[in-house]
């Protein structure tokens, strides 16, 4: 990865006007969604927190449960399971891979414990996972995206002033940093700028979509800046709590989840301090043109989207602290 900086002034003043992102607005206006379809539900011993599609199975990881890692058919039938534990063929703290898989098929790739890239084949028999040791720990992370030599994702402590890092062994970190404007109107601190991250590597395209601000930030795979995407024309920015601290609770929450396709990204949106509203789905071409905007029946937590774009499944709180598992149509 080529990062130059360049410090001769007429250089810049040269290629200024190339190397500034594009800013545009999208008007909040949704159709809905038809009404979604219960695949099934699961009571409180269950509480799903990770969701992913291929060809022929719905993947669901489970933080309540000794059985972390679910795949059910097309029938809603449990086909394979992996338990807890850090035994071969176990997840510690597993999390789907977020960056748009090349193999297809019934492949998925999972983190687990920082640690472990693991590549997950589902087939007749029991799942084949094949395991491989990142580095000998990352940072603590949420939205990981692997291509063939990086490694992008959102720290959970954040880094102030930065939207996600890229990573590799021979490089080390690189932090990403977010839009100037952006920068000089938000709280400084870490977690204003938390965000959800998913990276297309043919379309060489990555998609940040942030939870305190209403904003959508398309980079290049070298992370720069190409475009910044309000979602409204008023600016949602994070309440302050103290000398550059967030007020996570009472903090509007934006963009809360992110699933990426081979033609779009889907970047899920609530709009309330409380998850109390109805979510909405903002799609794009991984190019940043705005496709759709859809409105669901109830609040979503997760969703994921069958890779030639025919449906959503979804993950939605119960009032008993289930989960349902909701099909919607696109």
Not at 39 to 67: A, M, Q, R, V
Not at 170 to 191: A, M, R
Not at 194 to 217: G, K, P, Q, T
Not at 284 to 300: A, E, P, Q, V
Request: glycine fraction near 6%.
């Amino acid at each position: 990865m080529k990062r130059i900086v360049y410090l001769v002034l007429s250089s810049c003043l040269l290629f200024s006007c190339n190397n500034l992102p594009k800013y545009n607005t999208i008007a909040p206006e949704d159709k809905p969604l038809d009404a979604g379809v219960i695949l099934f539900s699961k009571d409180s011993n269950s509480y799903f927190y990770d969701i992913k599609i291929t060809d022929d199975y719905l993947l669901l990881l489970d933080e309540s449960n000794d059985t972390v890692f679910r795949a059910y058919d097309a029938d809603n039938v449990l086909r394979f399971s992996t338990l807890k534990g850090a035994l071969a063929g176990q997840f510690v703290k597993p999390q789907f891979t977020k960056s748009v898989i090349k193999q297809g098929g019934n492949v998925s790739r999972i983190v687990d414990n920082d640690l472990y890239s693991s590549v997950v084949t589902l087939n007749s028999g029991d799942p084949l996972i094949e395991s491989t040791l990142i580095t000998n720990g990352l940072l603590s992370s949420k939205n990981y995206n692997i291509t063939d030599n990086e490694i992008y994702a959102i720290p959970l402590s954040g880094k102030k002033g930065y939207q996600f890092y890229i990573y590799n062994n021979q490089d080390g970190y690189y932090w990403v940093d977010t839009d100037s404007v952006l920068k000089s109107e938000i709280i400084d601190s870490p977690v204003a700028l938390l965000s959800n991250l998913c990276v297309n590597e043919d379309a060489n395209r990555i998609v940040s979509a942030m939870r305190f601000v209403n904003l959508v930030l398309f980079y290049d795979l070298e992370g720069s800046l190409t475009q910044v995407t309000s979602f409204g024309k008023s600016k949602i920015l994070p309440l302050p709590k103290g000398e550059n601290q967030v007020d996570v609770i009472n903090s509007t929450k934006c963009f809360i989840d992110i699933y990426g396709t081979p033609k779009y990204v889907y970047c899920l949106y609530n709009g309330a301090s409380d998850f109390s509203k109805a979510s909405t789905i903002v799609v794009f071409k991984w190019d940043g043109t705005h496709i759709s905007t859809l409105k669901s029946d109830r609040f979503l937590r997760n969703i994921a989207v069958d890779k030639d774009d025919n449906y959503v499944v979804a993950l939605a709180s119960r009032s008993d602290g289930g989960t349902d598992v909701v099909k919607y149509k696109l």
